[in-house]
């Protein structure tokens, strides 16, 4: 009997292809287990007007841990428009199942770190003084808060009355858009709540200490947003002064961030932020270790479940290809930080040094890697596929 069942969720488009990378990956590296297959993802929706099936929540609620690919979301005429005939006008609104995954099983704390892998051509560099290329380390892990704020669902378009009259009831409200007539409105919320914000900012702390980094950066703008940032960073203050005093908090608001984070980005070390904000500087970050090709999560409850994903999309113009050429280095990482979360931290550790060895030995590299655009014939011009790229990095693990 296995040591592990995994829920393996390859959802759509490259989901598919790299997700059998990391599984080629975790058994040359000896990982013990069993996986599971679940259904998630647009040809669901397509066929049972449900990109999240139940018996998909109940695989993940059972085994406790998730290896998720990617998923492709469309608008929501789009949406509705793909339905199979049968489910037409029936009501069915498509929500994104990997934020239905984060809101029914409480994913509230996801984990992106970013970085830099010595070596690889697509890393940051600057010019410092007198004109030299400096080409600054990034270790950078940012805290997201991953159920709340704008992510959360509650949002209207003609908003229903009693809605509409609560607003009324906000000075702003009734100056900024009180003449606008009702059938004209959008609203979204951004709603924070005291429980779920301490505890990414508990994470964010803990880790901080644990790992060694000095400071913890709160990315919000609570000079603007005064009361969901305006709590947050409150918050930070009492967790910080009661209970890690040696480590520095950081006051950043995310348009400022967004600059400083190519002026000075080996500054920074923990980044905490809401759902949004914290979405959107993890991508910012990523950009500078080599995009999102790199860019692995991780997301918890506070009951053991942990689902880990790549944060790039599903790209189905590249999983139409004859030969694959998407970069699967994104997708082998998140399986590391599944392995940190089972324990099997040793088996992670040689993963890593096996993708640190390819990339800066630099004979195999992806596409991206080498900047070309993602076109079929990059393999004839010198691009490793998807499978060499894979191949190389098991081949390092065995040595």
């Known amino acids: 009997m296995a040591r592990h069942t995994i829920v393996t969720m390859p959802g759509d488009g490259i989901g598919n292809i790299v997700l059998k990378e990391s599984l080629r990956v975790l058994e040359a590296a000896g990982f013990d287990a069993e996986y599971v297959h679940a259904d998630i993802g647009w040809e669901f929706w397509r ?6 099936p139940q018996r998909t929540l109940d695989l993940i609620a059972k085994y406790k841990t998730g290896l998720f690919g990617a998923i492709t979301s469309k608008p929501k005429e789009e949406a509705a428009r793909e339905l199979d ?9 498509y929500s994104s199942p990997i934020v239905g995954l984060r809101q029914h099983f409480n994913l509230d704390v996801s984990i992106r770190p970013c970085h830099s892998y010595k070596g690889n051509p697509l890393n940051f560099i600057r010019r410092g003084p007198g004109g030299i290329i400096e080409e600054p380390e ?8 991953n159920t709340e704020g704008l992510y959360g669902g509650v949002e209207w378009t003609d908003p229903p009355e009693e809605v509409y009259k609560a607003l009324m009831t906000h000075p702003k409200f009734v100056k900024n858009f009180g003449h606008v007539p009702k059938e004209e409105l959008s609203v979204s919320t951004r709603i924070f709540s005291r429980r779920a914000t301490e505890r990414i900012l508990r994470a964010a702390f803990e880790y ?3 790992k060694g980094y000095r400071s913890v950066t709160l990315a919000e703008k609570p000079n603007v947003i005064r009361e969901t940032s305006g709590m947050m960073y409150r ?22 961030q967004m600059m400083w984070l190519t002026k ?16 959107i500087v993890s991508d910012g970050f ?17 009951e053991g479940i942990g689902i880990f994903e790549p944060t790039h999309g599903s790209a189905p113009k590249y999983a139409d290809y004859p030969v694959s050429i998407v970069n699967p280095i994104a997708m082998i990482e998140s399986a ?11 088996t992670a550790a040689r993963i890593r040094r096996a993708i640190a060895t390819v990339i800066a030995e630099g004979k195999v590299r992806t596409y991206d890697m080498l900047k070309m655009p993602g076109s079929p014939d990059v393999i004839e011009k010198g691009a490793a596929s998807t499978q060499q790229m894979t191949d190389e990095i098991i081949r390092k693990l065995k040595d």
């Open 47 to 52: 066929r049972e007007g449900n990109p999240l």
């Open 85 to 93: 005939p049968s489910l037409q006008g029936k009501g069915l609104v």
């Open 138 to 145: 990034i270790d950078v892990v940012i805290f997201r808060q």
């Open 208 to 210: 901080a200490r644990d």
């Open 235 to 256: 918050l930070a203050k009492e967790i910080r002064a009661a209970d890690f005093p040696e480590i520095e908090l950081w006051n950043t608001n995310i348009d400022a």
């Open 264 to 279: 000075n980005p080996e500054h920074y070390g923990v980044i905490v932020a809401g759902n949004m904000f914290g979405d």
């Open 286 to 302: 990523a950009g500078l270790i080599g995009g999102l090709g790199f860019a692995c999560s991780a997301q918890f409850n506070s």
């Open 336 to 346: 590391c930080m599944m392995l940190d979360f089972l324990g099997e931290t040793e």
